[in-house]
């Protein structure tokens, strides 16, 4: 029965395109130019990619079962202040399916790989502005509700995820039209600088992540006396702050792959684990948000403004279309390119580049 799934065959780096190369990592790598078939196919064959994809795929359905819970349990339709936590949880699914779905496409060509991945940085975006929005309304520490900074603080988060996925999307190709286009995929800036389109992109997502956290940080870790909300949601906070530079951390520095390349092709290199820790943090995340605002409830409907349609599920709209805006800006040129793009010219521009 075996003999009759015949299942894509996996090549080493040296065979394979350089924009599809990742750090450390030799071989496993899927055909640069697979079918969707192949892609899904891929699914159950281990490649290098196969752990980053399930690593994403199946937490998506227990954040879409948390979510599920609180539309069944919680009355949404009318109880606005359950409003933050649906837009956290949608935001909570879409991150991992986004990235499943990126990592199990990504090998279809060059350009659905980069189409993939600005895809991935959106919902990354939409998930950054999902933790302010949580945050604004159940976390922010008692002394600095209702302040100057509290009322800027999801108006900003939103430009934030302009910044964001326009700054991730910018990392991987430059602008269009003016450092690539139909013709030609001149791979600004990774092809020139590598290191400096993997520093962009790692700006993208912790500036939002840092400004994000501004409240958070202030209460756990400077806040001291009266009106810093420090209750017993503090270790959950850390726990999940803890986990997020740790994911931060595997994120930049390569490890444990370029320690030793090739040992962790399949099982255990540091995108793997990326994914793992990222999901174990949003974990803790939601729980700690939950909690505050189970225990916070009473206070915060007492003494904080409404929460309103504008701050919750209309920011999370607003910057669902932006983002959609920026990847469509982003990749119409690609989208244009069709057997064009296949020039000497790009073949040769795209073999310059690598990772996502
Ligand atoms: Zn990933």
């Not at 912790?206 to 940080?217: G, K, Q, R």
């Not at 810093?228 to 444990?256: E, I, K, M, Q, S």
């Not at 995108?271 to 915060?300: K, N, P, Y």
Request: hydrophobic residues 45%; charged residues 10%; proline residues 5%.
């Amino acid at each position: 029965m075996f003999s009759l799934i015949k299942l894509p065959r996996v090549f080493t780096i040296n065979q394979v395109p350089k924009v599809f190369h990742e750090d450390g990592i030799i071989s496993g790598y899927r055909h640069p130019s697979s079918s969707a078939t192949d892609c899904i196919a891929s699914l159950f064959q281990l490649t290098n990619e196969t752990v980053n994809i399930w690593t994403h795929f199946l937490p998506t359905w227990y954040f879409l079962w948390k979510l599920l819970t609180v539309i069944l349990i919680q009355d949404v339709w009318h109880d606005s202040f359950t409003w933050p936590l649906l837009v956290f949880l949608v935001s909570c699914c879409v991150y991992p399916l986004a990235s499943s779905c990126a990592h199990t496409f990504s090998s279809m060509s060059t350009r659905a790989r980069h189409i993939c991945f600005f895809f991935d940085y959106g919902a990354l975006s939409l998930y950054s502005l999902g933790s302010a929005i949580t945050y604004s309304a159940y976390v922010i520490p008692d002394n600095w509700v209702n302040s100057l900074f509290h009322r800027y603080y999801i108006p900003v988060a939103v430009v934030n995820t302009v910044i964001c996925t326009a700054l991730a999307c910018y990392s991987r190709l430059g602008f269009p039209l003016l450092q690539y286009n139909h013709n030609t995929i001149i791979r600004f800036p990774e092809y020139q600088f590598p290191k400096f389109a993997k520093f962009l992109r790692t700006v993208a997502f912790a500036y939002p992540y840092l400004f994000d956290n501004i409240p958070l940080f202030y209460r756990i870790f400077l806040c001291a006396g009266d009106g810093c909300t420090d209750n017993g949601v503090n270790v959950l906070h850390r726990t999940h702050t803890a986990l997020a530079f740790l994911t931060a951390f595997l994120y930049t520095t390569h490890l444990p792959e370029r320690l030793a390349p090739g040992s962790f092709d399949y099982i255990g290199h540091s995108h793997q684990l990326f994914h793992v820790c990222g999901i174990i943090s949003t974990h803790f995340q939601l729980q700690a948000v939950e909690l505050d605002m189970e225990t916070r409830r009473a206070w915060l409907l007492a003494h904080s403004s409404t929460v309103t349609f504008a701050d919750t599920l209309g920011a999370a709209m607003l910057c669902v279309l932006l983002s959609l805006g920026i990847i469509f800006f982003f990749s119409l040129p690609l989208l244009g390119s069709g057997k064009r793009g296949k020039t000497p010219q790009s073949r040769a521009a795209a073999k310059g580049c690598r990772g996502h």
